[in-house]
């Protein structure tokens, strides 16, 4: 994924536009107004589009930027629920998004299970599933 921005210049870039100022995002990030301003320049040489508009002291977003950042702030939400998602119920498949197992499990623990339901079908009645 090549084209992907590095996720700290994403958050970098949500906050100055949620905030409309580098040094309060970057007190919020807890990391240094360089380090925000260095992620917002690598995300705009990345995507090849000024996001801000430098004046002063200060920042003004562009249009490109705002509507940038609305489609940004929502996948970082996704991403978050995601997160909190995975928190609360951490075994994989009984997460609402997965019907199966991982295929981890395939491997491993999927092969037991399978030998122990082939050993129950063979002794099904023919009119029965996996009977004769």
Known sequence: MADFPPVASLRSFEAVAR?????QAAHELSVTHSAV?????QLEAL???TLFI??????????EGR????QIREALQ????????????PAPWKCPWRRSPPLAATGCCAAGALSGAAS????APADQPGGG
């Open 19 to 23: 905030l409309g100022s580098v040094t």
């Open 37 to 41: 301003s260095q992620h917002i320049k």
């Open 47 to 49: 995507v090849g589009v």
């Open 54 to 63: 430098r004046h002063g002291r200060g920042v003004r977003i562009t249009e």
């Open 67 to 70: 509507l940038y950042a609305l």
């Open 78 to 89: 996704h991403i978050a629920d995601a997160t909190r998602m995975v928190q609360i119920n």
């Open 120 to 123: 129950a079908d063979r002794g």
